[in-house]
């Protein structure tokens, strides 16, 4: 299991940008060869996926967030980043990056995102 360590996070307005980042904790852990996914979680609800990559760079985004998220990988750096930006008051979460399918033993404790209006 790779244990992953996100950060970035923060307090903004609306409308304005962040970028998350997501790296494994220890050396000798890679995950350039892996599928990676950001997910967020607001209390008492579910984690969503809000955005997923290939190792070889190709990255999907749902239609909740298209055109507002980007995800990119730099595999030199074996990490994992999320560009984020026109942010909503609904986009408040705690931020997590994962495997795709997930890695139940690879959760972090991710980074919180707050918006304000």
């Known amino acids: 299991q790779v244990q992953l360590v996100e950060s970035g996070g923060g307090a903004v307005q609306a409308g304005e940008s962040l970028r998350l980042s997501c790296t494994p904790s220890?050396?000798?852990?890679?995950?350039?060869?892996?599928?990676m996914a950001w997910y967020r979680q607001v209390p008492g609800d579910q984690r969503e996926l809000v955005a997923r990559?290939?190792?070889?760079?190709?990255?999907w985004t749902p239609d909740s967030v298209k055109g507002r998220f980007t995800m990119s990988r730099d595999n030199a750096k074996n990490t994992v980043y999320l560009q984020m930006s026109s942010l909503k008051p609904d986009d408040t979460a705690v931020y997590y990056c994962?495997?795709?399918?997930?890695?139940?033993?690879?959760w972090g404790q991710g980074t919180q995102v707050t918006v304000s209006s």
């Open positions: 994962n495997m795709w399918p997930i890695d139940f033993g690879s």
């Open positions: 990559i290939t190792s070889g760079g190709n990255a």
């Open positions: 220890g050396t000798g852990s890679s995950i350039s060869r892996i599928t």
